[in-house]
């Protein structure tokens, strides 16, 4: 089914408007994308100039930053290891399947222990040209110390949050003209049934609107047998850390699992 319009308003009085709603979905990639890079690059420098301090913070008019470390899982790290290796350090953890379920249960079995929501894909075949796709910061660590580069890594952090509100308004607004439209948007086709287009003022643009179907873990546990509980459970290997910590040489694990990662926390000026 194809709407007419990606530009409607509700009965509620909520509206919609598929552009705007691309727009701001943009935006929003390109604001994470920048932050993940920038905590990145310190999560990179912590590897070589400790923090000296669990946590630092900046308030400007932009908002309050704050930048904290904790050990976490290095992947590139973890890459360099040989498969056989890697595989070791794998432990299985078990889930349901919801394939697994279709296969083995009745429809109207499977209709009892799951739910189905709607989920939005973004179809941007023509894509809209963010105006933060031309900011391109970069963080510059310096200083003597290390409270001096993580502090001046956090300004620049700063720096480009502020950018950011004068090009394309605050990430909260951003968030919640995207969550607006998501509403209204999943409103207006919630009785559609199959797939539903949501047509932008482009042809190549718009939103797929799909249902998805998942198993409720506690109404299966409930309602199935132990044989039927057994049949859509699978196993998925996952990095264990306390299996490495038995299987590695101290310092192999260190660099996987003990580096300084950097977390950061944004509370946005109103």
Known sequence: ??????????????????????????????????REAMVEELSELAKTVAPSSEAYKLKTTAGTFSLSFKPGFDENEFAKLPAALQAKLKSPREGLSIEAARESLSPELLSEISTESQVLDFVMGKPITPELSSVKPALKLTGENADDKFNSGLRGIAAY?????????????????????????????????????????????????????????????TKLTAEQLKSITVERLEVDPKLAETVLPKETFDKIFGQPKASLRVVEAS
């Open 1 to 34: 089914t194809v709407l007419p319009s990606g530009a409607f308003k509700l009965a509620d009085g909520s509206r919609a408007n598929v552009d705007k709603y691309l727009k701001a979905k943009q935006e929003l990639d390109s604001v994470e994308a920048t």
């Open 161 to 221: 949050y502020e950018t950011v509100h004068k090009t394309s308004g605050t990430v909260k607004a951003l968030r919640d003209e995207k969550s607006t439209n998501n509403s209204a948007v999943k409103a207006a086709t919630a009785k559609i049934s199959g797939p539903v287009f949501v047509p932008a003022r482009s042809q190549s643009n718009g939103l797929l609107v799909t249902r998805r179907v998942t198993i409720n873990s506690s109404l299966a546990k």
